[in-house]
């Protein structure tokens, strides 16, 4: 009898247990989310387009100076005077400093004295030759005594002259690296001078990309420390490349009147072909697949419709198409997750 009684319950709660695990299993079918293939896709969209298409590619540079030197000490001396200042404006033969030129003064005062002395003895020879009262030997080293000091003399006035340190040609100063009482040597630098007026921007251009720059090209460079452009012509490209098949594509840069350009200043150069067809364009967003297998979803009748595309150059953001579409289709951009050939589609 107790028996039976225990089968029964165990028979009861196995069947409780079934009918509890069959419950269970229709409410989580019920709460699974489950795809309506005839709801529509809320997605978004672009047309295809005509326009000039351009491969451009960007390169960077650095602008400088056509022209700019190091001032250097010609002679010895002591810094009296500074006549300018860093960012100062010089013109070619412009004092830019004064050394003390006390000592060479007055040699040079010693060697003019000792040249009279000299001019005088010749004419004494040559009156006293002539009349056989000396040697003519005598009057022969007076006459090179007399050379040789006139070359001195000479000597000493340039190196006065040289005490006054002028700008060799004209520019603004863009270093200056002396100050009063700064003992100079000769070949020391005290400064440097910056033409600005005439800049250039060189860039590296791999050897198969050579091709988009020709000699007399203008081109637009863009100037990273400010958002403005400024024209510029392509001077000359290089004939030797570096160790990277870089070669070297000279740029100059037109006169800036606003002093908005400065040497140093980083800056780019887009490569742009002078003349190029117009092409079919979409959003690089509307690409699914590889590269090397494009495809894109078209709108027709309401519908997305999955089709194999051939595509050409990039440009900010922009795909050239080659093939697949025309002018006028309109592709899908974004949406996919629930988007499969053939499902219905809505957009604004």
Known sequence: MKRSIVWIILIALLALTVWKLASNKSVQEERVYRHDRNAAVHVTVDTVRQRAFTDGVRYSGTISSLREGKVMAEVPGRVVALEVSEGHWVEKGQVMMRLDGDLLRLQLEAAQVQLEGLEKDQQRYTVLTGADAVQGIQLEKTELALRGARIQVNTLKEQVQRTAITAPFSGHVTQLGVEVGTVLNPSMPVAMITDDRALELVVAVPGTELAAFTKGQSVRVSL??????????????????????????????????????????????????????????????????????????????????RKRIGTGDRDAGMVAVTEGLAIGDVVITSGFISLADGAPVKFR
């Open 224 to 305: 990273e420390s400010e958002a403005s452009q400024v024209s510029g012509t392509v001077e000359s490209i290089g004939s030797r490349g570096d160790m990277a098949h870089n070669f070297p594509v000279r740029i100059t840069l037109q006169a800036d009147p606003d002093h908005r350009v400065k040497p140093g200043m980083a800056a780019t150069v887009l490569s742009i072909p002078d003349s190029k067809s117009a092409s079919l364009t979409i959003p690089s967003s509307a690409i699914i697949g590889s590269s090397l297998d494009p495809e894109v979803y078209v709108v027709e009748n309401g519908t997305a419709k």
